[in-house]
């Protein structure tokens, strides 16, 4: 998601009030993601827990908080018809479950920076979709931001080298833009019908978990190991922790709690300047996994990053906000 780069749009939003305090909530939403990815991969590399069950985890982990918070404080907001239930269900499926899978899968077998700087491809996917298949206004700087983007992923991967990258990586990363990019699309109809934005949350990531439950049933999975301790791994190797403290960070830290500070933060600052701040998260995922597990990005790659990023801002920025 990307872990979650793409902030949805709030639909009946009011005027920004406090920009600065907009602005905190998206960083610090950035700095638990980015965080998160590292945290991830030990839990997948040390705890041995494998991408499917991980995300099965952090899917029935975040179903349970926001289910518990939004029964809370917001009941009503549950209520829903049986039609509506069958679209989240493909929302929950097809956009949250899917990019949680793909998600886990490639940073798991790449480097976290390049693994995220391919999953931010999802902003060109859901421009291209509008261009092409709803026909929506779109301006012309998608072309350049498509070039870009390609331009910058050559490089990333090292595409005159033979494709040096895990294959299965990289196209799990790809999928994973195609899921989020599913994801921002569903929102997006969701929200502009009157749905709000945390109990679709919430019952997307049930929905979700309940998919996981029929690929991998619970009474299979490797509960032995949640009560295990896992090295940190790289440059804190010597130091271990229990298991069951790094999926409650990747649950309530990594995921939860930056979806809320990212969906506070549209009540002060527009959709459009938090989705592009938010892609700092592979630049500071980069930092933290260099500074974590000593993985270094070489300099045409950190180059070919940069201009993926600008490639997606421009694909942002090309399709008009909806209404």
Same mark, same amino acid.
Request: charged share 10%.
């Given at each position: 998601?990307? @872990? ?52 099965? +985890? ?6 349970? +908080? ?129 749905? @709000? ?43 271990? +922790? ?31 300047? +938090? ?49």
């Amino acid at each position: 998601m990307t @872990d979650a780069p793409l902030a949805p749009p709030a639909v009946g939003r009011r005027a920004p009030a406090r920009p600065v305090l907009g602005y905190a909530f998206v960083w610090s939403a950035v700095l638990l993601w980015s965080l998160n990815a590292t945290v991830a991969r030990v839990v997948l590399d040390s705890a041995g827990l494998s991408p499917l069950r991980l995300a099965q +985890v952090r899917a029935t982990g975040s179903a349970l +908080v926001l289910l518990a918070a939004v029964a809370a404080l917001r009941p009503a907001t549950l209520r829903t018809t049986r039609r509506e239930l069958v679209f989240i269900a493909v929302f929950g499926v097809l956009g949250l479950a899917f990019v949680q899978f793909f998600y886990f899968v490639g940073i798991a077998r790449l480097d976290i920076g390049i693994a995220l700087v391919i999953q931010y491809l999802a902003p060109v996917f859901v421009a291209l979709w509008a261009r092409f298949a709803v026909h929506e206004p779109v301006r012309r700087r998608l072309w350049l931001a498509i070039a870009l983007s390609l331009a910058g992923l050559s490089l990333v991967v090292e595409l005159w080298s033979g494709f040096a990258l895990d294959g299965v990586g990289v196209g799990a990363c790809v999928a994973g833009a195609l899921a989020y990019a599913v994801y921002v699309l569903l929102a997006e109809r969701s929200l502009a019908s009157g749905r @709000d934005v945390f109990s679709l949350l919430a019952w997307g990531f049930a929905l979700g978990a309940l998919f996981w439950a029929l690929v991998e049933p619970w009474w299979t999975f490797p509960g032995d190991r949640i009560g295990a301790s896992a090295s940190l791994l790289g440059r804190l190797a010597d130091i271990s +922790v229990p298991v069951w403290l790094l999926i409650a960070y990747v649950v309530v830290l990594g995921t939860v709690v930056p979806f809320a500070l990212l969906v506070s933060a549209l009540h002060h600052v527009s959709a459009t300047r +938090v989705t592009v701040i938010a892609m700092l998260e592979p630049v500071l995922a980069a930092v933290v996994a260099f500074a974590w597990l000593g993985q270094e990005i070489g300099g045409l790659q950190i180059a070919g990053a940069l201009l993926v990023l600008a490639g997606v801002v421009l694909a942002q920025t090309a399709r008009p906000a909806p209404p």
